[in-house]
């Protein structure tokens, strides 16, 4: 039987039907009653899957395999059980963290949250800055050049003036990438900049999953035309935050996680204590203080 399976991408999940792309064309598939019953405290399948799938009718088939995945963009969901991981997309390349530099201003503390949680799952990130052609960009442009340093690329565009478009088609192409941010900061307008309708075809399913409690959730890459797949997270506000505890937080710091070892004492909080290394690196101003604020007020819920 294994020689009649095909591998694909799962592209679309609602309820309990999986789209999987293979080259030999696009089966809708339900999942081996099997493979539910592994007991599982995460999803068992997600967009961003890769999976093996044995063929029924023209266009139909059943998911035998799951591979393994490499890493997962997730959050905490409640569940008959208790809290669970929620997996939003598997194996995405990267995450594309979308703020406008006015109407409304960044939210700069909002940009760590997700970086911490895409920080901890081993997930590259980027930071894109919309609406240049309206917002003060030397302020904004200060406001962010620390990200730069840390390994945090960050582009300035405009999706109305057509501005920065090219560069951000090419970071896209051949890899599979999730936009996410807060509202408002233009990503329909983005998305068809970046390719023509496809911020209403983002729009219309994002729309089918929001209509009343108990409709059922969509999930759904995209194709890009220059290669690739593209993922949108509307209203997320942060990402991958569920299994971080306390004390790991400065271990996903870029620049403080480096100082930790210098720290007098082994459960240094960095707040108070004294020989605090990442405390005088701060004073010093070797760390930016807008990030140091957001470790203490992630770390003591000062928020």
């Known amino acids: ?41 995460s999803d068992i399948l997600a967009v961003g899957d890769t999976v093996d799938i044995s063929v029924g009718g023209m266009d139909e ?29 598997a194996n995405p390349d990267q995450v594309i963290l979308v703020f406008a530099c006015a109407d ?21 990130a980027r930071i894109v800055l919309n609406k240049k052609d309206i917002g003060d960009l030397p302020a904004i442009e200060a406001m962010f050049k620390h990200y730069k340093g840390l390994g ?14 090219e560069e951000l088609r090419s970071i896209l192409v051949g890899k599979l990438s999730v936009l996410a941010g807060p509202s408002g900061v233009g990503k329909t307008s983005l998305l068809n900049a970046l390719q023509p309708g496809l911020g209403m075809q983002v729009r219309e399913v994002s729309k089918s999953s929001s ?18 797949w593209l993922a949108d997270l509307p209203g997320i506000r942060s990402l991958g935050l569920w ?47 807008v990030r140091y604020d957001s470790y203490l007020r992630l770390r003591f819920g000062d928020e």
């Open 1 to 41: 039987m294994t020689e009649n399976l095909l591998t694909g991408l799962v592209t679309r999940t609602q309820s309990g039907f999986a789209w999987v792309d293979t080259p030999s064309g696009v089966f809708t598939c339900r999942l081996r009653g099997k493979l539910k019953q592994h007991h599982s405290l």
């Open 243 to 289: 299994d971080i505890q306390p004390e790991e937080l400065d271990g996903y710091f870029r620049e403080i996680r480096d100082l930790v070892p210098y720290c007098q004492f082994n459960d240094c909080t960095h707040r108070t204590e004294p020989g605090c290394a990442v405390r005088k690196a701060a004073e010093e101003g070797k760390i930016n203080p």
């Open 211 to 228: 209509k009343g409690r108990h409709t059922t959730q969509v999930r759904e890459l995209f194709p890009l035309d220059g290669g690739g």
């Open 104 to 124: 409304p201003p960044p939210h700069v503390r909002m940009a760590d949250r997700f970086l911490i949680g895409l920080e901890k799952h081993g997930i590259p």
């Open 61 to 89: 088939g059943m998911v035998e395999f799951v591979h393994p995945r490499n890493r997962v963009l997730s959050r905490q969901a409640p569940d008959a059980r208790g809290l669970r991981e929620q997996v939003l997309v």
């Open 152 to 165: 945090f690329p960050v582009h300035y565009v405009s999706a109305k003036m057509n501005e920065g478009m």
